[in-house]
């Protein structure tokens, strides 16, 4: 793996090392599983490479006494590992990695919406039967963007959810006003658009195409449009650039940036297929 550094064996599976991926100098511990080419890694919360060799022993021999007895190994609570992941996130955004936008998004779910749900469950009793639940679970709890009712599938507008998005745009001093359906359409999907050719820039999506599908199969995107990404080829990679720099001189740069790759783009005058054309 690139981003371990500084890597030393203190025996046959056990290793520490520090990461390149982050600012701070802290070390880590990595142990190999018996039984397979498996691994648990373990912050040791020190930068000092003493401390870091005792910690690792003490990790590695409470890894072998859970295999002895049984004991699950990833056994942490699903919001320790959710708030582990959250910082890691903030400091990529410190780097300069991913954008505000994208921290604060992956933060604000997890507080509001995850933790509530499975924040006290250990992680290895969550399994794919529990996160199919959880739309039910937010529908029988009356959370989200609609109120459901007991008994009434018919949603409704939800008092606390406007309320929340009147004092956001209060605090925005984004004043209330009527919208064109133009308009509406360009907010709505121009910011998820651009967010697309950042995860594409950042390696996290490997082609446009593989974004279009999670959005029409899995979020209900119009298939008729092929998907967020060839929209964009669709209505043209300028005309997106434009109105993306249009909200931004509005509403600021928070959701409006345009992705350097799309400026990129749009600059060489090249479409998303020359640029995945040229990377292959």
Same mark, same amino acid.
């Given at each position: 793996?690139?981003?371990?550094?500084?890597?030393?064996?203190?025996?046959?599976?056990?290793?520490?090392?520090?990461?390149?991926?982050?600012?701070?100098?802290?070390?880590?511990?990595?142990?190999?599983?018996?039984?397979?080419?498996?691994?648990?890694?373990?912050?040791?919360?020190?930068?000092?490479?003493?401390?870091?060799?005792?910690?690792?022993?003490?990790?590695?021999?409470?890894?072998?006494?859970?295999?002895?007895?049984?004991?699950?190994?990833?056994?942490?609570?699903?919001?320790?590992?959710?708030?582990?992941?959250?910082?890691?996130?903030?400091?990529?955004?410190?780097?300069?990695?991913?954008?505000?936008?994208?921290?604060?998004?992956?933060?604000?779910?997890?507080?509001?919406?995850?933790?509530?749900?499975?924040?006290?469950?250990?992680?290895?009793?969550?399994?794919?039967?529990?996160?199919?639940?959880?739309?039910?679970?937010?529908?029988?709890?009356?959370?989200?963007?609609?109120?459901?009712?007991?008994?009434?599938?018919?949603?409704?507008?939800?008092?606390?959810?406007?309320?929340?998005?009147?004092?956001?745009?209060?605090?925005?001093?984004?004043?209330?006003?009527?919208?064109?359906?133009?308009?509406?359409?360009?907010?709505?999907?121009?910011?998820?658009?651009?967010?697309?050719?950042?995860?594409l820039e950042e390696g996290i999506a490997q082609r446009a195409s593989d974004i279009d599908v999670v959005w029409c199969a899995g979020y209900?995107?119009? @298939?008729? &449009?092929? =998907? *967020? !990404?060839?929209?964009?080829?669709?209505?043209? +990679?300028?005309? $997106?650039?434009?109105?993306?720099?249009?909200? @931004?001189? &509005?509403? =600021? *740069? !928070?959701?409006?940036?345009?992705?350097?790759? +799309?400026?990129? $783009?749009?600059?060489?005058?090249?479409?998303?297929?020359?640029?995945?054309?040229?990377?292959?």
């Open positions: 793996m690139s981003f371990l550094v500084d890597t030393q064996e203190l025996k046959p599976g056990l290793i520490i090392f520090r990461r390149a991926d982050v600012k701070h100098k802290k070390w880590y511990c990595r142990m190999k599983l018996p039984g397979g080419d498996r691994y648990k890694s373990v912050s040791l919360k020190t930068a000092d490479i003493d401390a870091a060799r005792e910690r690792a022993f003490d990790q590695d021999a409470d890894l072998r006494f859970r295999i002895k007895h049984d004991v699950p190994i990833f056994n942490r609570p699903f919001s320790q590992i959710a708030k582990d992941f959250a910082g890691l996130q903030k400091e990529r955004y410190e780097a300069g990695q991913i954008a505000h936008k994208r921290w604060k998004n992956i933060e604000s779910v997890i507080t509001a919406q995850l933790n509530r749900y499975v924040g006290s469950i250990q992680i290895n009793l969550i399994g794919h039967d529990r996160w199919k639940s959880y739309p039910l679970w937010r529908q029988k709890n009356g959370k989200g963007y609609y109120k459901y009712l007991p008994g009434d599938r018919t949603r409704h507008d939800d008092p606390e959810a406007i309320e929340i998005l009147k004092r956001r745009a209060r605090e925005l001093e984004v004043a209330s006003q009527s919208h064109s359906e133009q308009e509406i359409l360009e907010r709505c999907l121009y910011p998820l658009i651009n967010e697309g050719f950042r995860i209900g995107f119009p @298939r008729y &449009r092929g =998907g *967020p !990404m060839f929209h964009a080829e669709t209505i043209g +990679l300028p005309t $997106l650039l434009e109105g993306l720099n249009r909200y @931004r001189a &509005r509403f =600021g *740069p !928070m959701h409006w940036e345009p992705a350097s790759l +799309l400026v990129k $783009l749009v600059k060489e005058g090249r479409s998303l297929a020359a640029w995945e054309a040229q990377r292959a």
